[in-house]
């Protein structure tokens, strides 16, 4: 059973995505808290790996309203936890040309709180174009089957 927290819409529009990944993410209870009532925003976020570790930037997760943290910063970098042998294997698909780790969905899944991580290629200005293009033929096209299926 999985609760959906917030999505990154924009990432799907910007970025090919090439494979994703589940990871979980290293919080403090009153972001956890905060979570559970659906206040994050993946905008902007991304995810590097440093030393053998992944972390996820400017994720923000606003403060929890009856937590005593009150000095805790809701864009900090984030620990995501992965497997070692996952870590190796992203590190060698980063390093290519072009390629990186956009977090796509954040969620609860039981209890615990993941996030889907996808290894990403930056669209071009005329892929974009291309992807707008085949949306709204689609769209007619389902216009158009519905139109006839109602005639």
Avoid: C, W
């Avoid at 494979?19 to 905060?34: C, F, Q, W």
């Avoid at 009856?66 to 910063?73: A, G, R, V």
């Avoid at 992965?82 to 796509?104: M, Y």
């Avoid at 291309?130 to 096209?141: D, G, P, Q, T, V």
């Amino acid at each position: 059973m999985e609760k959906l927290i917030a999505t990154n819409r924009q990432a799907k529009r910007d970025y090919e995505i090439i494979d994703t990944r589940e990871a979980g993410i290293s919080l403090l209870g009153p972001e956890v808290k905060s979570l559970r009532e659906s206040k994050a925003n993946l905008k902007d976020s991304f995810a590097k790996i440093e030393n053998g570790e992944a972390y996820i930037y400017n994720l923000y997760i606003s403060p929890y309203a009856y937590s005593n943290l009150k000095e805790t910063d809701a864009k900090r970098r984030r620990k995501l936890l992965l497997h070692k042998e996952e870590i190796s294997r992203l590190i060698g698909k980063v390093q290519e040309r072009g390629f990186t780790l956009v977090p796509l969905r954040i969620y609860f899944k039981k209890h615990i709180v993941k996030i889907e991580l996808a290894l990403a290629k930056g669209k071009r200005l005329y892929d974009k174009r291309e992807a707008i293009r085949e949306k709204e033929l689609n769209l007619e096209l389902r216009r158009a089957m519905k139109y006839k299926r109602n005639r």
